[in-house]
């Protein structure tokens, strides 16, 4: 394939592939953080991180680095990384952000989602359910991110979706923390209304469910910190 500028043609050269090994770890550090592999406490690094990958330590240093810029994680001390402490300031900013940009994105997959991802959804809260009765914390947490993340994909847009991962890395990691707390029972009882909702294309109705999820996690955790 050939373009032309200024008459002369002018070879398309081969794209480039952007799978790469460090793009891989990259997402793979991000599945572990969201999932809550990596809790607040617990410390890695990139030594331990390249054996369980099976990787050098290159691509494991690189993506480190883009975590460590977005506030995903910290340097604690040495060659120590861990998920940075959460102080109220922090869960405050984060708080009036989720609010906006999540309720923003319920409401654009309320008109776009398909009855196959409210099937999805569906299947998802009886994972929480079942997880939060066991309680299966890493269980829970996995559903849980995988529910709030098939209604966001609804939302059509890859924007809004990478910036509220951004926003998750920050945030989720601290949700384990929860569980003693009750939350995740009247978490269940949101995620069900936000389906009820999607079901009957009420925006008002699951940008509501979403705001009440949102801050009940923030005033627990508000107790919590510091």
Known sequence: MTLTMNNKPSRVATPISRDTMQDRVHRRLCDMILDGEIEPGQLVTIQSLAETFGVS?????????RLLAAKALTVVSGRSIGI?????????????VRLEIESLAA????RNIEPVELNSL???CQRLETANAAEDVHSYLRANRA???????G??????????????LQISP?????????????????????VRALEQKD?????RAIRADIDAAYHLLMKLVD
């Open 57 to 65: 330590h290159m691509p494991v240093r690189e993506a480190l680095k």
């Open 84 to 96: 940075p402490r959460l102080n109220r300031s922090a869960l405050e900013d984060l708080r009036k």
């Open 107 to 110: 409401v654009w997959a309320c």
């Open 122 to 124: 569906r299947r998802e």
């Open 147 to 153: 529910f709030h993340f098939s209604l966001y994909k």
């Open 155 to 168: 939302a059509r847009s890859e924007v809004l979706l990478s910036v509220i991962e951004t926003l998750w």
């Open 174 to 194: 601290y949700f384990s923390l929860l569980h003693g707390e009750g939350n995740y029972s009247s978490a269940n009882m949101q995620h069900s209304m936000m």
């Open 203 to 207: 925006e008002a109705g699951v940008e």
